[in-house]
């Protein structure tokens, strides 16, 4: 759907692209996210979200920590956007510009629902694990020989109603 993987390089079609420009649009909506490494796969995608600006649970506000121009001076009437807000916009917005893809450019359509309904979220706690994470995703095209959700591999997945089915038929 949103491109194809040769030789161990993704290459978006014109869907992937604009899922990838729906990704870079989180930050003017959001300023306290700021995007990391990412990646648009075929059929799904993969990203890292760090929010500045707003202390962990339990932290302790550091002096000389500043926040990003353009992000909340403070908490004033309306609680600071979570994670989930931003992933919702971004699914929501590229699912919305993939629509009109199909109905005006012929893209494929698709089963029920673009995304799946959640997304994994991770805490990412030092240096050394965001660097792992980072090259995860940087690899993840060479790994898409191996992936679960390669639709050429067939592999079974459980659909909502229950039943096994081969995961190109969800």
Same mark, same amino acid.
């Given at each position: 759907? %949103?491109?194809?993987?040769?030789?161990?390089?993704?290459? %978006?079609?014109?869907?992937?692209?604009?899922?990838?420009?729906?990704?870079?649009?989180?930050?003017?909506?959001?300023?306290?996210?700021? %995007?990391?490494?990412?990646?648009?796969?075929?059929?799904?995608?993969?990203?890292?979200?760090?929010?500045?600006?707003?202390?962990? =649970?339990?932290?302790?506000?550091?002096?000389?920590?500043?926040?990003?121009?353009?992000?909340?001076?403070?908490?004033?009437?309306?609680?600071?956007?979570?994670?989930?807000?931003?992933?919702?916009?971004?699914?929501?917005?590229?699912?919305?510009?993939?629509?009109?893809? =199909?109905?005006?450019?012929?893209?494929?359509?698709?089963?029920?629902?673009?995304?799946?309904?959640?997304?994994?979220?991770?805490?990412?706690?030092?240096?050394?694990?965001?660097?792992?994470?980072?090259?995860?995703?940087?690899?993840?095209?060479?790994?898409?020989? =191996?992936?679960?959700?390669?639709?050429? %591999?067939? &592999?079974?997945? &459980?659909?909502?109603?229950?039943?096994?089915?081969?995961?190109?038929?969800?």
């Amino acid at each position: 759907m %949103l491109g194809a993987v040769l030789d161990g390089i993704m290459n %978006l079609n014109d869907a992937g692209r604009m899922v990838d420009a729906a990704w870079l649009k989180i930050p003017a909506r959001f300023p306290v996210m700021e %995007l990391d490494e990412h990646i648009v796969m075929p059929n799904h995608f993969h990203g890292i979200i760090r929010i500045v600006g707003v202390p962990l =649970v339990g932290a302790q506000k550091r002096a000389g920590v500043q926040k990003r121009a353009g992000a909340p001076k403070g908490a004033g009437t309306r609680p600071a956007p979570t994670l989930g807000d931003a992933v919702g916009a971004f699914k929501s917005i590229a699912t919305d510009d993939y629509i009109v893809g =199909v109905k005006q450019l012929g893209w494929p359509s698709f089963n029920k629902h673009f995304w799946q309904r959640n997304y994994f979220e991770h805490v990412i706690r030092d240096q050394n694990e965001l660097e792992k994470i980072r090259e995860y995703i940087r690899l993840n095209p060479l790994m898409w020989t =191996v992936d679960r959700y390669n639709p050429e %591999l067939g &592999v079974p997945v &459980v659909d909502e109603s229950g039943r096994a089915v081969l995961w190109n038929e969800t």
